[in-house]
């Protein structure tokens, strides 16, 4: 079984910055894309950033140029650098992993961190 872990949310006042990890265990699989995504609220889950195994990544234009997805291959572990945070950037963000084993793909979710950004 696969498991994926989320870290590093808190609260921070706006402007601050945050990086939030996420690591995926378990055994005999190997990761393909894996993305952040967010809830604010009485919102809609968003799609945040991307970053494939090759490391082509992607952004929501809500956070271009403020967010950075990137990723250690070797952990098994994608990061998301948060600088120049806003008050609307307050959500859970979680963290989900497309995985393969075998001849099989899946996604596994975690269960979120939670990001506060005070104004």
């Known amino acids: 079984q696969v498991q994926v872990v989320e870290s590093g949310g808190g609260l921070v006042q706006a402007g601050g910055s945050l990086r939030l990890s996420c690591v995926a265990s378990?055994?005999?699989?190997?990761?393909?894309?894996m993305d952040w995504y967010r809830q604010a609220p009485g919102k809609q889950l968003e799609l945040v950033a991307t970053i494939t195994s090759g490391g082509t990544t992607n952004y929501a234009d809500s956070v271009k140029g403020r967010f950075t997805i990137s990723r250690d291959n070797a952990k098994n572990t994608v990061y998301l650098q948060m600088n120049s945070l806003k008050p609307e950037d307050t959500a859970v963000y979680r963290c989900?992993?497309?995985?393969?084993?075998?001849?099989?793909?899946?996604?596994?979710w975690g269960q979120g961190t939670q990001v506060t950004v005070s104004s």
């Open positions: 378990g055994s005999m699989f190997s990761l393909n894309a």
């Open positions: 989900k992993a497309d995985a393969q084993r075998s001849a099989r793909s899946f996604s596994v």
